[in-house]
């Protein structure tokens, strides 16, 4: 099955426009040029209909803001992306249970993309990202095979352009003993974002560790954003259909010794913030602030620094741009970044496109 289209086929520089992230965010500055999709988010599930619920969605601000960013870059496209880390699970897992469940969900999102002029749909849920059994698998692929065909009809009676599909989905298609549909992703989304971090966190990590790194070098096989990559795409998902995710928030240790400030280093939880994430630009005033000594890791493609008994795992633009080249080089349809207010006046964005547009595929410099 060949679902490309004009809109799927060109490169993806994306990030998302995360709407309830507390960050101020200047719609007026954004420099719109260095995107070509962003995904607007979140919108939930109604657990009683099934239907996409966009009532905490801030539509009067993602009217403006399409307004202003289209003045810059027209082709600039736009994806609804329904869940997010805080949505309920519970409300996912039955939407897909059923077919007549999955249908309400299913034809009430391509209306809403078509009402409010999305150029596609995109899912981010805990259930797919973390997947915990083969029955929540076997029913992501049931509905994005009957999305598909949906979108495909709804293109055909309408003669406009179908809706683009993605998910957000794990750094491998790997989770414990459980598998993603691999050929069914390939056959029926558009592309993939693969978020390649979040390996460590004050949350689930006792010890300091990159938290996005692209290299293990002590464990080529191990956590990583290549290690996971490699797996997809041995799992036979295309090259051209998988997109590099990078963070543009860290995450903040608290060290039981200041002395021991470099990896697998002992900590007693989060620093800075209850959960220990940190956005790029609060961590670039932090540096500034504290006089905290950075460091560049070339070997696992990441950095870190650390003032006291205080820890930060990031990515700078170095080590952004040295991932954007190695999804160039190794045929990836692009990359997208989490999320575009955590940025330090759209510095990263912009090291990011530079780093697309002038590598060179075959040498990757």
């Excluded at 039955?94 to 299913?106: D, G, H, L, V």
């Excluded at 999102?109 to 029955?135: C, H, K, M, Q």
């Amino acid at each position: 099955m060949s679902n490309e289209t004009p809109q799927s086929s060109s490169p993806v520089k994306a990030s998302y426009y995360f709407l309830n992230s507390g960050k101020k965010f200047d719609t007026e500055t954004t420099d719109s040029t260095v995107f070509t999709h962003l995904f607007w988010a979140f919108a939930q599930i109604d657990p009683s209909s099934h239907e996409v619920d966009i009532s905490t969605m801030n539509l009067p601000q993602f009217y403006k803001f399409t307004e202003i960013v289209h003045v810059k870059n027209k082709p600039l496209q736009f994806l609804l992306s329904i869940g997010g880390k805080n949505a309920a699970k519970t409300a996912f897992d039955s939407m897909t249970s059923k077919p007549e469940n999955r249908k309400a969900f299913i034809d009430s999102s391509i209306s809403v993309a078509r009402e409010y002029g999305f150029n596609g749909l995109d899912l981010v849920n805990l259930a797919w990202e973390y997947p915990s059994n083969t029955v929540e698998m076997a029913n992501f692929k049931k509905l994005i095979e009957e999305w598909r065909v949906a979108v495909q009809n709804d293109s055909d009676d309408s003669g406009r352009l179908p809706l683009l599909l993605t998910a957000a989905v794990h750094y491998s298609p790997y989770y414990n003993s459980v598998q993603y549909p691999v050929q069914a992703i390939a056959d029926n989304l558009d592309f993939v974002n693969i978020m390649s971090y979040d390996f460590y966190g004050p949350g689930w990590s006792d010890v300091t560790g990159p938290p996005a790194a692209l290299y293990d070098p002590s464990n080529p096989a191990g956590i990583s954003g290549d290690a996971g990559l490699r797996k997809w795409l041995e799992a036979n998902l295309p090259a051209k259909k998988a997109v590099l995710g990078f963070s543009y928030c860290g995450w903040a240790w608290k060290l039981e010794d200041p002395k021991a400030s470099g990896y697998d280093a002992a900590t007693d939880g989060a620093a800075i913030t209850p959960d220990g994430s940190v956005t790029y630009d609060e961590i670039k005033d932090y540096i500034v602030t504290s006089g905290a000594a950075t460091y560049h890791d070339p070997a696992v493609v990441g950095f870190y620094c650390h003032a006291g008994t205080t820890w930060i795992g990031y990515d700078d633009n170095q080590s952004i741009v040295s991932k954007v080249k190695y999804a160039k080089q190794n045929g990836l349809h692009g990359y997208f970044s989490w999320h575009l207010a955590a940025d330090y006046n759209g510095g990263l964005s912009r090291a990011a496109s530079l780093a697309w547009d002038t590598t060179d595929i075959t040498t990757g410099k």
